[in-house]
């Protein structure tokens, strides 16, 4: 199979290292990719926002097959274009795609299909939002509607926060996805995320992972991408896994054929696990970065086929198989991260793979034959272990082997996990 690769973080790396493994591959480009993608890949310089570029590419180089990694190119109708076509795709069309591209239609889905969802009203304007709030109370949390990088939720502990959050988004704080907002009753629990691939009438379920999103050991500080992950994640035990796929994934993928829309890719659903059971946080309609680097160092199976069955309605034919382990992902990111920060630092040496360990490449570049970090996260140091005590011990192993003098991280990946562990 001739394969192309859009994207150039630390999951598309994952995805990379996981695709180069496959017998089935011949040919494998990604657009633009990074030097850790290089090791597996022809890294090609192709603009994805260019769709007629990218499929005269894939018809040139005669490309079978073409797997998206991030959100805005699917969001933006690439794999529309591509289907059109006539290319097998992995990732959904732009209308599916609205299940990460606006929160107000993920909601309205919810509504519709019974799905279980924090309370929630839509709103395009500043008063009427605020007067609900004044009525709902605190703690509430607003959201702006369109893609934000992660950075359009407010999670508000007072009702002055909370209007503050209000008038940053319709000021144009997160641009034009502030101008609708979602004002959503706040959920109490554990946070785990898991992932399913779907062809549009089939599931796969794949794992459960769970990220820390806080810049800070201890959960503390600004919300990032993501500074670390591990799977599985041990909230998910196999009843919330079975609630999960019942009351929330299957009515999404009938839901969303019934609406003309269906879905096929992989579900990354947010889940906040409270005293009622799982309920929806929001969909994501990609893999997860960093969620991605431990999900593909768990995965015995060869990832092609499975991406290859989502992308034509074959999911129903094949099966994953797990390694039990657990594997940990830490991310090194440039000092000043989710701030402003330096770049182009030299990355002086990264350690070479190692028995169930990995660096992955997100944020870096070469220049004149120097590897550089050109990103706020920049590599992602994974490893798997027989728990998440064993796997976080040997990340940060091979991550006191990276020489990098702008690089930091936290020192806590898994915590929550481990204080399980102990207490098992
Ligand atoms: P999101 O960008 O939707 O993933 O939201 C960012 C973070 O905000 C989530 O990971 C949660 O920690 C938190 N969050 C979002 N919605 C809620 C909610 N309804 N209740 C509590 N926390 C939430
Ligand atoms: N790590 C969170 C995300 O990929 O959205």
């Known amino acids: 199979m001739k394969v192309l690769l859009i994207g150039s973080g630390g999951r598309e790396h994952a995805l990379a290292w996981k695709i180069a493994q496959s017998p089935l591959l011949e040919t494998f480009y990604a ?7 290089a090791d597996h890949a022809e890294c090609v310089d192709l603009d994805v926002d260019d769709h007629g570029a990218v499929l005269a590419f894939c018809k040139d180089k005669a490309v079978d097959f073409v797997v998206v990694g991030p959100e805005a190119p699917l969001v933006a ?38 799905i279980p969802t924090g309370a929630y009203k839509r709103f395009t304007e500043a008063q009427a939002a605020k007067a609900y709030i004044q009525q709902q109370g605190a703690p509430i949390v607003i959201k702006a509607d369109g893609l934000a ?3 359009g939720v407010t999670v508000a502990m007072t009702i002055e926060e909370a209007l503050g959050a209000i008038d940053d988004c319709f000021d144009g704080a997160f641009g034009a996805a502030g101008a609708e907002v979602v004002v959503e009753a706040f959920l109490d629990g554990e946070e785990a995320s898991f992932f399913c691939l779907c062809d549009g009438k089939t599931l796969l379920p794949l794992a459960t992972a769970q990220d820390h999103k806080r810049v800070g050991d201890g959960d503390t500080g600004p919300n990032t991408g993501g500074m670390g992950a591990y799977s599985p994640a041990p ?11 019942k009351e929330i994934i299957e009515p999404t993928m ?9 879905f096929s890719g992989v579900f990354f659903a947010g889940l906040m696990i409270t005293e009622r059971g799982p309920e929806l946080i ?22 092609l086929p499975l991406l290859y069955a989502t992308a034509t309605s ?29 770049k182009n630092t030299p990355i002086a040496h990264i ?74």
């Open 31 to 37: 657009a633009p990719g990074n030097p850790g993608i």
């Open 77 to 114: 109708g690439l794999a529309d274009h591509l289907r059109d076509g006539g290319l097998a795709v992995f990732g959904p069309s732009a209308a599916a795609a609205r299940l990460e591209g606006s929160k107000g239609f993920t909601k309205d889905i919810c509504a519709r299909f019974s």
């Open 149 to 151: 990088a992660g950075k």
């Open 235 to 245: 909230v998910m035990n196999a009843e919330m896994v079975e609630r999960t796929l």
């Open 254 to 262: 009938r839901g969303m054929a019934e609406l003309g829309a269906p």
């Open 282 to 303: 929001e969909y994501n309609v990609r893999f997860g970065d960093p969620e991605c680097q431990v999900l593909m160092m768990r995965l015995k199976s060869d990832l």
């Open 314 to 342: 074959t999911l129903d034919q094949v099966t994953a198989e797990w390694h039990d382990d657990a594997a940990l992902t830490v991310v090194l990111a440039s000092k000043g991260y989710p701030g402003s920060y330096e």
């Open 351 to 424: 350690p070479t793979e190692s028995e169930g360990g990995k660096v992955f490449h997100a944020g870096t570049a070469l220049r004149d034959g120097q590897l550089v970090a050109t990103g706020g996260r920049v590599l992602n140091v994974t490893a798997r272990g027989k728990d998440v005590g064993a796997a976080q011990q040997r990340a940060y192993r091979l991550l006191d082997d990276v020489q990098w003098d702008n690089g930091f991280c936290r020192r806590d990946i898994g915590w929550r996990a481990i204080d399980r562990e102990k207490n098992m």
